[in-house]
């Protein structure tokens, strides 16, 4: 007789953090759909979500170690794996030092309750300061311009989707991303409601995109101009009167007056021309979020990915600021993430404040930011000679080769390395130069916490998910691969035990809490709290989160709260718990030195400098054959790593050089024309899709494709193999406040193929 039973956990394939039913027969899942009874998503579920199932029983999915033998991959024992590991690291450290170690931890890790607790484990056990991560392709000028405002990168203001009327997007499609740093299961159906209730939607983009043919208005800016454009919506603004500050944020505000200063070469005329959009339409556009009765302005990677990233990002709280709608109902607000974040520590409404620049890269001279050096920056560290040249990469569920600048220059880099370690499912474009690759379980044989996306969710929620199905023989919890891979580094050879890793990484946690005045176990006995937390026999992640939990600000505090969450709890409800929609948290959420919004960071004011030379420039007329590349998201694509599940890639390619059909006209190209696209740095081929959904003088190229590459071990992935837009960008391009990379506005020339 079978055992049939439903299982739910929450889906860590996107930011949505969706809930899913998963139907279990006898261990083998038959059928995942939406939960329906998830306090957030509540039965919404995109194509993504159900294919757990597909990329659960991949047989290209590696289920045991690969060691690089004579330029071929072999399936290896772990022990024997994990020696080869000691011996490759040692002889690296012992003949360059620890700093010759460069890592590099990829996307899926912010989905992963493993990496989050055991990533920074794992940095520092191996010492160096060679860090990068995907953040610098992606999100972090968002997280630098809010750490300089507030005091801290998790201060992050997000729309408050369920209660605004008016919401100015720019840069971001969340009919196809699903969002990004704002956490929202059915985003789409929050944006309809808020349409139901009256409310107005407009999306700033180069393309009219699913989210922009959904809005009341589409406003088809220039690539790479999104600073200029909220620039002048904050001066008209300005112009009009801040007596909108008087009524509550004013005194929580620092350099209002600076601010405006800086800001007044930025007239809605002055930037018309860069901008593409008219000044009376900035003009209309900044009353109309002045005098709505609520509204948010959201920028994301379209902002993020620009020369002026930071800046952007920055501009995109002013503009909140100066209408009023920082930290109100419907406006942008602060979410209180329920295991606790960066602004929930510490002394309330004050702190060190922010910064970056605490070290610098080795060749470029680059500024640290949160930690790590640009991604951009990897390639001339590998290759340059000196002390610090980077010769082994340690890569943590991430495809670089795929996803940063210049990729070919970062392949032919890695090739070089002494010695490679890659924790990943697949044998790809990154991981094919690896010497070891060490496969962590599939996301069904895993417990699961969306410990940094619902820092910026927009409802404070809580939703664990138990392990679905259960690890085969043998195999470690990845958990204990970072563990132990830790412990290799940090020279305790290959038979220290992952358990003394776990105890460390934990008691440091506790220790940390009990000596903090403003936890709500201060003063309290370490190892009666480990003792506590060790009751349940939990080990890993899951001991660290329901620590994290107790002491978070709706946590039990280990008794003075009895009525508080921990990971029982939690277990107990496995649709997850809703603590309410957000509420306002200034002062208490700052952690500012002044204890104050600190609007003029001397790195942001000095960006506008930068910004007004920008504007001086000649601007390109949208006729001339110099033409500029940018990104697009496709809701069945997540970056490269999904490419290989069928039903997911299936169908028309999605992989083609979108075109306005005047500028195809003028090139004499039709559907299906193969094209040469080249930049400065390199060239791709690909097929043209002409489109009115996006400007002229405009081409668009999705971004996690290219799977052509040999020695890879994705076969699906090769039949939709497309082309890599990042053998186009240019690893020379920087936003310089925060390092990210600038992956649109590439210039590009484009040319019929005869």
């Not at 088809?220 to 008087?246: S, W």
């Not at 509204?295 to 009023?324: E, H, K, M, P, Q």
């Not at 001086?616 to 496709?634: C, F, I, W």
């Not at 002229?696 to 890599?724: C, F, I, Q, Y």
Request: with cysteine.
């Amino acid at each position: 007789m079978s055992n049939k039973r439903v299982v739910t956990r929450t889906c860590p394939l996107c930011e949505a953090g969706c809930g899913l039913a998963i139907t279990v027969v006898d261990d083998e899942v038959t059928h995942i759909r939406g939960d329906l009874d998830d306090v957030f998503s509540k039965g919404f579920i995109c194509p993504k979500g159900s294919t757990l199932k597909q990329l659960h029983y991949d047989p290209d999915r590696l289920r045991m170690p690969m060691v690089k033998r004579n330029g071929v991959h072999q399936q290896v024992s772990w022990a024997e794996a994990w020696h080869v590991v000691a011996e490759g690291l040692t002889s690296v450290i012992n003949s360059h030092g620890r700093e010759s170690i460069g890592t590099y931890l990829g996307n899926p890790g912010a989905h992963n309750l493993s990496a989050l607790t055991f990533n920074r484990v794992l940095l520092q056990a191996i010492g160096s300061r060679q860090r990068f991560s995907a953040s610098t392709v992606d999100q972090i000028p968002k997280q630098v311009s809010s750490g300089l405002l507030f005091g801290s990168a998790s201060s992050v203001p997000v729309p408050d989707l369920d209660r605004t009327q008016y919401l100015l997007i720019l840069g971001a499609n969340p009919y196809e991303s699903n969002g990004s740093l704002c956490t929202a299961p059915d985003f789409p159906g929050r944006i309809e409601a808020m349409q139901s209730r009256g409310g107005k939607l407009v999306v700033v983009d180069p393309r009219k995109t699913r989210t922009a043919a959904q809005a009341e208005e589409w406003l088809p800016i220039r690539p790479g101009t999104d600073a200029f454009f909220l620039a002048a919506l904050a001066n008209t603004l300005a112009e009009g009167g801040l007596q909108v500050l008087d009524e509550r944020l004013g005194a929580y505000l620092a350099g209002v007056d600076e601010v405006v200063a800086a800001l007044a070469p930025f007239t809605p005329e002055a930037v018309a021309s860069t901008t593409g959009i008219d000044a009376r339409t900035t003009r209309r556009i900044a009353g109309e979020l002045r005098d709505s009765g609520s509204a948010a302005v959201y920028g994301r990677l379209g902002t993020c990915t620009s020369s002026f990233g930071t800046t952007a990002s920055w501009l995109v709280d002013v503009v909140n600021i100066f209408t009023g709608n920082l930290d109100r109902v419907g406006g942008a607000m602060f979410p209180l993430p329920v295991a606790g974040s960066g602004n929930t520590r510490g002394q309330s409404g004050v702190g060190k404040g922010f910064r970056t620049g605490r070290g610098f890269s080795r060749v470029s001279r680059h500024p640290e930011a949160l930690g790590e050096y640009p991604a951009a920056a990897m390639a001339e560290e590998i290759e340059t000679p000196g002390d610090g040249q980077i010769r082994a990469m340690i890569v943590v569920c991430g495809n670089p080769v795929l996803s940063t600048p210049n990729s070919d220059r970062l392949a032919k880099a890695m090739d070089d390395l002494e010695f490679m370690v890659s924790v990943d499912m697949y044998l790809n474009e990154t991981s094919k130069f690896a010497d070891v690759i060490l496969p962590p379980p599939s996301q069904l044989q895993r417990s699961h916490y969306d410990l940094a996306l619902l820092t910026f969710a927009v409802r404070n929620v809580a939703n664990y998910s138990e392990p679905v199905l259960p690890l085969a023989p043998d195999t470690p919890d990845e958990w204990e691969i970072l563990a132990k891979l830790s412990a290799i580094a940090a020279g305790m050879g290959v038979d220290a035990d992952v358990g003394n890793v776990d105890d460390l990484a934990l008691g440091t946690l506790v220790q940390g809490a009990t000596k903090d005045s403003s936890t709500n176990v201060y003063g309290r006995d370490e190892q009666e709290l480990v003792a506590e937390l060790s009751k349940s026999g939990r080990r890993g992640p899951d001991r660290i989160l329901d620590f994290m939990l107790r002491i978070g600000p709706f946590g039990d505090g280990f008794g003075s709260s009895p009525d508080g969450v921990n990971l029982d709890k939690l277990i107990a409800a496995p649709h997850g718990i809703d603590f309410g929609a957000l509420e306002p948290r200034l002062p208490e959420v700052l952690r500012t030195p002044s204890g104050k919004i600190e609007l003029a960071a001397p790195s942001l004011i000095n960006d506008l400098s930068r910004l007004e030379s920008r504007l001086a420039e000649s601007t390109k007329s949208d006729d001339s054959d110099q033409m500029v590349l940018v990104g697009r998201r496709h809701l069945r694509s997540n970056n490269s790593w999904m490419h290989n599940i069928e039903v997911l890639v299936k169908g028309k390619d999605r992989c083609t050089l979108q075109i306005n059909p005047d500028d195809a006209q003028r090139l004499g190209v039709s559907p299906d024309t193969l094209v040469r696209v080249k930049s400065r740095v390199g060239v791709v081929d690909a097929p043209v899709e002409i489109t009115d959904s996006i400007r002229r003088g405009v081409v668009s190229l999705p971004h996690g494709w290219g799977h052509s590459v040999e020695g890879t071990r994705t076969r699906v992935a090769k039949m939709h193999a497309g082309v890599n837009s990042n053998l186009l960008t240019d690893e020379r391009e920087l936003d310089p406040l925060s390092g990210n990379s600038v992956l649109n506005g590439i210039p590009v020339v484009v040319e019929r193929i005869i």
